[in-house]
T-cell receptor
Framework: SAVISQKPSRDICQRGTSLTIQCQVDSQVTMMFWYRQQPGQSLTLIATANQGSEATYESGFVIDKFPISRPNLTFSTLTVSNMSPEDSSIYLC?????????????FGQGTRLTVV | GDSVTQMEGPVTLSEEAFLTINCTYTATGYPSLFWYVQYPGEGLQLLLKATKADDKGSNKGFEATYRKETTSFHLEKGSVQVSDSAVYFCALSSNSGGYQKVTFGIGTKLQVIP
């Protein structure tokens, strides 16, 4: 299993500002994933972060809006840039192994973001 | 691509009632199947899983059986409690480019009343 620490747990931000969310894993993992959960909705994958390379973004998400860093095998950050009220969501970090090391996804507690 | 179809809620039950939340999936290959639970104000927790056909996952009185012939993974519990009130997500995991990619259903909110 993997234990994921995510911070901040929640924040209230002014529109037009940016927030960086940190995700720390207690073991080395190749892939880390960032999800968004809008109010009353399911989880939508934003991007996949592989250590040592640029993140891969899903359709509808772009690097300028959601830049991601992955400096080592246990840490990643997601920045929500130039925020608007539509960005109010829960953002979740997740890990999953390669080659069958894990078959399930493990999640951080999430960051509840409110943009005013 | 992969997809998960889950019954929409909310589902409201009285305590000790029987629970079924339906889930069907579409995937290539042989995915693993999961149920995650999200309690109010918290992140997602794995509730149970099944990694191959006819496997039954179980935990905390909940169970689900991997039915390949009907591509289903319905969640059941014989007697729900107020503390089971949460949102339940059906999900599948399949190999994509060397890693396990997870696809989630829309989530079903369960409310159990005393």
């Amino acid at each position: 299993s993997a234990v994921i620490s995510q911070k901040p747990s929640r924040d209230i931000c002014q529109r037009g500002t940016s927030l960086t969310i940190q995700c720390q894993v207690d073991s080395q993992v190749t892939m880390m994933f960032w999800y968004r959960q809008q109010p009353g909705q399911s989880l939508t994958l934003i991007a996949t972060a592989n250590q040592g390379s640029e993140a891969t973004y899903e359709s509808g998400f772009v690097i300028d809006k959601f830049p991601i860093s992955r400096p080592n095998l246990t840490f990643s950050t997601l920045t929500v840039s130039n925020m608007s009220p539509e960005d109010s969501s829960i953002y979740l970090c997740s890990v999953s192994g390669t080659g069958g090391a894990y078959t399930e996804a493990f999640f951080g507690q999430g960051t509840r973001l409110t943009v005013v | 691509g992969d997809s998960v179809t889950q019954m929409e809620g909310p589902v409201t039950l009285s305590e000790e009632a029987f629970l079924t939340i339906n889930c069907t999936y579409t995937a290539t290959g042989y995915p693993s199947l999961f149920w995650y639970v999200q309690y109010p104000g918290e992140g997602l927790q794995l509730l149970l899983k099944a990694t191959k056909a006819d496997d039954k996952g179980s935990n905390k009185g909940f169970e689900a059986t991997y039915r390949k012939e009907t591509t289903s993974f319905h969640l059941e519990k014989g007697s729900v409690q107020v503390s089971d009130s949460a949102v339940y997500f059906c999900a599948l995991s399949s190999n994509s480019g060397g890693y396990q990619k997870v696809t989630f259903g829309i989530g079903t909110k369960l409310q159990v009343i005393p």
